[in-house]
């Protein structure tokens, strides 16, 4: 489990690398002030902390369609 607990978080980190240069390199003016997250991977534990935390961005889930069971986004999203 750590093995792969280490994997996610090192691609999540990457990804947030990724997110703060597209955030950053824009005007301040024109930055976001808020990170919407949705689909199964938000609701990873600490995720929303871990955002906010390396962005500065107060960061929320956006449950798509109100579904907020994994199991079932993708399915449903598909079928949209």
Do not use: C, Q
């Amino acid at each position: 489990w750590k093995g792969i607990k280490k994997f996610i978080f090192h691609k999540i980190d990457s990804l947030l690398h990724e997110i703060e240069n597209s955030i950053f390199s824009l005007p301040e003016k024109e930055r976001p002030g808020m990170i919407l997250l949705s689909g199964g991977g938000s609701l990873l534990p600490g995720l929303l902390p871990l955002f906010e935390e390396k962005l500065g961005i107060k960061t929320s889930r956006y449950e798509f369609l109100g579904i907020d069971d994994p199991r079932f986004v993708t399915a449903i999203a598909t079928g949209v």
